[in-house]
């Protein structure tokens, strides 16, 4: 995904302006086709019978339209007066729809339930303004909306303000309450990093339940498709800090699944103090989340910053009926990025929680090398050891939360790791440690762990930092011959685990 532009179009939109229709109004406001009957159990009947037939993805839309460039693209946009319900008083949810174009060659449908009935959202070039620069396209029967956002009144009343957007295959975002966009979520993930090359589902259709004006959550319904598998999905979303998704989900494979990914987050990572050498940049970092978190099976709360590396690397924490997985951003001061456009110290970490056991399987994290914040980089998603057979019907639910990380995992968290050169000869390992009231004044009674898989490592030294006031762990390793170096280290008091469990894998 080229994820500055589509960031920056998604800052763009959400900085528009919000209003109502009113007498005056001369806008179309999007037009409903006609009522069909319709339960929420249809998604399903419709995914098991797209899974019974061969795989056929929707007619593309004219090559004109995918052929713009991305200042086309960001110069016509969804005018705010035709959004779902807009004149509807005391709606609590405003929906918006995306064009088609550029990066999003196929059109979704979108329908609105109510009641017992769902009518399409039907399409109207009239529903978007653009400027004089936007090229003169052909309109035919392919074209359709690309994708929709949501908005709600979460701070101020009568601002209904975006927070969250599901457009392109089947990627979705969300923010907490004073956060921008960042972390993306997957319907699922197929194949990824396989040489044979990535299977990427797309959700087909929405279906919007109609909320009734005093709802704080809101229902989306989801139909996904790929050559491998069919799906629906129900989203029940609530807005706030933090934002909070339940999601349910059925799986139809056509075809058995060995390296299925469920609930993938995709996120980017350059550079921090784990690697600034490596960049000539104005700011001290560039990303989007900084570290995995995972809770597993046995209670154990794991940390594990993320890298950039050289060459593609995948590493797989291996569990049994997790408690939790996310990609989390943990610097959150604006002087950690020094960034006023990215804005990344506001950029939301993204929490995944299963609703049942899951199983043996393992957290995996997939870091791709990238030279620029252009790309997405990272992929996290859980691994189920057991295949999903074809013709099957694997149902998952899960909650996604968007926001901040303080209410996940146990131990003193790790709030930095730097690493760099020694004065003399190896490299240095600092990580910093947040206070808490279990440690203690004399920091002498603290025992440290630290372990490695290769190379010569010293004692470490256990200092307070005067900054934070938490404990640092520091300690230098010789890797030698080792081109890779898995690290392991934690705080222990009388025994006991003191802090998360840090782990890193370091690369030439």
């Not at 990303?287 to 690397?313: F, V, Y």
């Not at 870091?367 to 149902?395: F, K, L, M, Q």
């Not at 200092?463 to 705080?491: C, D, K, S, V």
Request: a negative charge; proline letters at 8%; one cysteine or more.
């Amino acid at each position: 995904m080229i994820r500055r532009e589509v960031l920056t179009g998604l800052l763009a939109l959400a900085a528009s302006p919000a209003v109502s229709l009113d007498a005056t109004h001369a806008e179309p406001g999007l037009q409903l086709g006609d009522v069909v009957p319709f339960d929420p159990t249809d998604v399903l009947a419709q995914a098991r019978k797209l899974a019974a037939r061969p795989y056929r993805l929707r007619d593309r839309i004219p090559d004109a339209w995918t052929d713009i460039t991305y200042e086309d693209y960001v110069s016509i946009w969804f005018d705010g007066r035709n959004a779902l319900w807009a004149d509807e008083p005391g709606a609590p949810l405003k929906v918006d729809m995306f064009a088609p174009g550029l990066y999003y060659p196929h059109p979704v449908d979108v329908s609105v339930i109510d009641g017992g009935t769902a009518r399409p959202v039907l399409f109207d070039m009239a529903v978007f303004d653009k400027t004089d620069k936007f090229p003169d396209l052909p309109i035919d029967d392919t074209l359709g909306y690309s994708g929709l956002r949501l908005r709600a009144e979460i701070e101020t009343p009568g601002i209904h303000q975006e927070f969250a957007v599901f457009q392109g295959a089947s990627y979705f975002r969300a923010i907490g309450t004073g956060d921008i966009y960042g972390i993306s979520a997957r319907g699922l993930a197929i194949d990824t990093a396989e040489p044979k090359g990535e299977e990427f589902p797309v959700f087909r259709a929405f279906w919007l339940e109609h909320p009734a004006t005093e709802d704080d959550t809101f229902i989306l319904h989801a139909l996904m498709d790929s050559p491998s598998c069919a799906g629906a999905y129900r989203f029940a979303i609530r807005p706030g800090q933090p934002l909070e998704m339940e999601v349910e989900a059925t799986l139809i494979p056509r075809v058995d699944m060995s390296h299925v990914g469920i609930a993938p987050l995709t996120s980017m990572f350059q550079f921090d103090e784990t690697n600034r050498d490596a960049f000539s940049d104005f700011r001290p970092a560039v990303h989007d989340s900084d570290g995995l978190l995972i809770l597993n099976g046995a209670g154990e709360t794991i940390w594990r910053p993320l890298a950039n590396p050289k060459t593609l690397q995948i590493s797989a924490f291996r569990d049994d009926n997790p408690r939790g997985f996310g990609l989390m951003q943990r610097a959150r001061k604006f002087s950690d990025f020094a960034d006023l456009f990215a804005l990344y110290h506001r950029r939301p970490g993204l929490w995944v929680e299963p609703a049942e056991d899951w199983g043996p399987g393992a957290v995996t994290l997939i870091e791709i090398p990238t030279p620029t914040e252009t790309y997405d980089n990272i992929v996290a998603y859980w691994r189920p050891d057991n295949p999903i057979r074809a013709g099957s019907e694997h149902r998952l639910r899960y909650r996604l939360t968007w926001g901040d990380d303080s209410a996940f995992g146990t131990g003193l968290q790790v709030i930095n790791t730097r690493i760099g050169k020694a004065f003399a000869e190896g490299i240095i390992v600092a990580i910093d440690f947040a206070d808490g009231p279990d440690v203690p004044e004399d920091l002498s009674l603290i025992e440290h762990h630290i372990r490695s898989s290769a190379g010569e490592l010293d004692a470490g030294i256990l200092q307070r930092n005067p900054e934070t006031g938490g404990p640092r762990l520091a300690f230098r390793f010789i890797p030698g011959e080792a081109g890779l170096i898995e690290f392991r280290a934690e705080l222990r008091l009388n025994g006991a685990p003191l802090s998360e469990l840090w782990l890193y894998r370091w690369t030439v």
